[in-house]
């Protein structure tokens, strides 16, 4: 799941930047509003971490412009600015969540999570497909019953499929949730981690469509 941090403190940015990683999370971290924006504009994240005191521009102003053309990513406000008047603007702003600092790593890893469910109308408990079962919420996978043990990128892969069953989706578009930005991505990274997952999961139930990409049917 790609993650983008607005956060203008060096350390706590790497912190989030690191933690989130070992989480599963591809987070993309900038320092300032501008950043941001273009950041925004120019890349699909599932959803976002603002921080409201940003330089040059406050972070609900930033989220304001955002809701303003309509975007619809989900938006985690983590500051800390803990006043009852600085939530209602983050919320009325278009804010999503809101959590006072500090923050708990995987209390922040499991609102995220229910964010980008709920955006995507993913409400129910697990995804299922040809024998497998994701839960989202629990980060588990079976196959016919059986629990099965996955790398984080594993899952991260696994669960981008199974989010989208019955849709091809390119290389490049899993790269993009696997990794952020700086990360070494090998050319044939994608191909290792499918490997490893038909290895796990059956090789019939992840599809390869030449030259376009890769997808789980509804019915495998």
Not at 69 to 85: E, Q
Not at 130 to 139: F, K, N, T, V
Request: charge should be negative.
């Amino acid at each position: 799941m790609r993650i983008l941090i607005i956060e203008d403190d060096l350390q706590l940015g790497d912190g989030l930047s690191s933690g989130l990683r070992s989480l599963g999370f591809a987070p993309d971290w900038v320092c300032e509003p501008v950043a941001a924006w273009h950041a925004l504009m120019g890349e699909d994240y599932d959803a976002v971490v603002l921080d409201l005191g940003l330089p040059k521009e406050d972070g609900v102003s930033l989220l304001s412009r955002l809701r303003a053309r309509h975007d619809p990513v989900p938006v985690l406000i983590l500051t800390a600015r803990d006043g009852k008047a600085d939530k209602l603007a983050g919320f009325n702003a278009g804010a999503d969540d809101y959590v006072v600092k500090p923050v708990d790593m995987e209390e922040l890893a499991a609102r995220l999570h229910a964010l980008i469910r709920r955006t995507q109308g993913q409400l129910r408990a697990r995804l299922a497909a040809g024998g497998i079962e994701l839960d989202p919420q629990a980060r588990r996978v079976w196959l016919d019953g059986d629990p099965v043990n996955l790398s984080v990128r594993e899952y991260a892969l696994l669960e981008k499929l199974m989010s989208n069953i019955g849709r091809v989706l390119s290389k490049a578009q899993l790269e993009a949730a696997l990794y952020g930005w700086g990360e070494g991505v090998e050319s044939n990274t994608v191909e290792v981690h499918i490997h490893h997952l038909r290895r796990k999961l059956g090789s019939e139930r992840i599809v390869t469509l030449r030259g376009i990409g890769y997808m789980i049917e509804s019915v495998c």
